[in-house]
């Protein structure tokens, strides 16, 4: 009696089919499939935060086709190019960075926007380029870093961060900052300067609290006592708290948020899109999507330690830790640990110029990948 075979053949021809596509296109299919089920949660819940909005969730998902794009064509250049355009890239956005100054577009209280013929904010690019920057820098010299370099580095990645913050914009010059600072801690930062560093942590923290705006430091304020101004300063954080107590621990289902349909959470399909997760789908839904994301980090660490060089080694390793950073700070802000510095959650949010940046990222570390199997046969 024959054996039908046809359905096993058919299956292992399928699988080396999927393969030989992600190979072509230079995509790892593990990190692939996570970062499309983390979009595809966001799309589930930006439509619950959105008030069943169909027009918003067309744009939202314009925006992933075209972060999608994005991170396939930087799939295809070499970390050999990438490295070489390194310090062009961080020299053209502190340009840009300049310009926005002075010739940038105002919106919501801040001035982040150039305007020439598209409307983006010069910052998303600093996210990338003060790592490449810092990494280019790296790679050539002798590790761990010395002093004189690590004060060279320092200032690389303090301009940018400065000027970011003047627009205001505290959470991305947070995080252009941190990402730059990620790299010197993965070349082997000695002890003594990590020590001789936490000496300036108290009158660093005064010296920005002097240069904060109003807004600012009043969000400081509030963390410690929300009550203080519950229709005021405190009013996003505590109905975040309201949204996610509430949700319990398997949530009140999609759509049925009360929180969220009467619109009493703020900002509830960017920077509070975690309080809508955890309102409609509990403390489970939290953890499940938690879940995601440390396999996301995970598998870009993963990328990383497996890089081939220490440029490669060192960008791979800042934006993957850079991402963990969003996710930390977007979660610990919702629920009230840190103060709220406008931060969206990655992959989930609502918007378009943050998450291209978050895909380009991606795709940087997909190219580092491909490139070391290319090596490694």
């Given at each position: 009696?024959?054996k039908?075979?046809s ?7 399928s699988?080396k089919?999927s393969?030989?596509?992600?190979q ?11 970062i ?5 949660l ?5 439509f ?7 027009e918003v969730?067309?744009?939202?998902l314009?925006r ?5 794009i ?5 799939a ?8 070489r355009?390194?310090p ?5 956005g ?7 100054l002075?010739l ?7 001035q982040?926007?150039?305007d020439?013929?598209?409307?983006f904010q ?5 996210k990338l ?7 280019w ?19 690389l ?6 000027l ?10 947070i995080?252009v900052?941190?990402?730059g ?9 000695p002890f003594?300067?990590i ?11 005064l ?7 109003d807004?600012?430091r009043q969000?400081?304020?509030t963390?410690?006592?929300p ?14 708290k ?9 949530g ?5 948020g ?10 509830k ?6 309080a ?10 939290l953890l499940?999507i938690l ?5 996301i ?6 990328i ?5 060089d220490?440029?490669?080694k ?5 934006i ?8 930390f ?6 629920i009230?640990?840190i103060?709220?510095?406008?931060i ?6 609502y ?5 291209v940046?978050?895909m ?5 570390l997909?190219?580092?990948n491909?490139?070391?199997?290319l090596?490694s046969?």
């Amino acid at each position: 009696m024959l054996k039908d075979t046809s359905n096993t053949w058919h299956s292992k021809y399928s699988i080396k089919d999927s393969d030989l596509t992600l190979q072509l296109f230079k995509l790892d299919g593990p990190l692939l499939l996570l970062i499309s089920i983390a979009f595809l949660l966001g799309i589930f819940v930006l439509f619950s935060a959105s008030n069943e909005s169909t027009e918003v969730l067309m744009r939202q998902l314009f925006r992933i086709g075209i972060a999608f794009i994005a991170l396939m064509i930087t799939a295809q250049i070499s970390p050999d190019l990438i490295r070489r355009i390194s310090p062009w890239s961080y020299f053209f956005g502190v340009v840009l960075l300049s310009l926005v100054l002075f010739l940038g577009d105002i919106g919501q209280g801040a001035q982040r926007w150039l305007d020439i013929g598209i409307r983006f904010q010069p910052s998303e690019i600093m996210k990338l380029a003060v790592p490449m920057m810092v990494a280019w820098y790296l790679h050539e010299r002798k590790l761990p870093p010395s002093g004189k370099n690590i004060l060279n580095i320092f200032i690389l990645i303090l301009i940018p961060s400065i000027l970011i913050a003047k627009q205001p914009d505290l959470g991305t010059s947070i995080l252009v900052f941190t990402s730059g600072i990620l790299i010197i801690f993965l070349a082997g930062i000695p002890f003594r300067y990590i020590s001789a560093l936490s000496l300036f942590a108290i009158p660093g923290s005064l010296l920005l609290w002097k240069f904060m705006e109003d807004y600012q430091r009043q969000r400081v304020i509030t963390l410690l006592n929300p009550d203080i101004d519950p229709l005021g300063a405190g009013y996003n954080i505590i109905q975040s708290k309201i949204a996610i107590g509430s949700g319990g621990l398997f949530g009140k289902g999609w759509t049925n948020g009360s929180q969220v349909q009467l619109e009493f959470l703020p900002e509830k399909s960017t920077d509070f899109i975690f309080a809508v997760i955890g309102e409609e789908f509990g403390l489970l839904g939290l953890l499940f999507i938690l879940i995601i994301y440390i396999l996301i980090i995970a598998r870009s660490l993963y990328i990383a330690s497996q890089a081939p060089d220490l440029y490669s080694k060192l960008l791979a390793g800042s934006i993957s830790l850079t991402f963990f950073v969003y996710v930390f700070v977007n979660a610990a802000m919702v629920i009230g640990l840190i103060p709220i510095v406008g931060i969206p959650l990655p992959l989930i949010s609502y918007g378009g110029t943050s998450m291209v940046t978050l895909m380009i990222g991606f795709g940087i570390l997909m190219s580092i990948n491909s490139n070391q199997k290319l090596l490694s046969t």
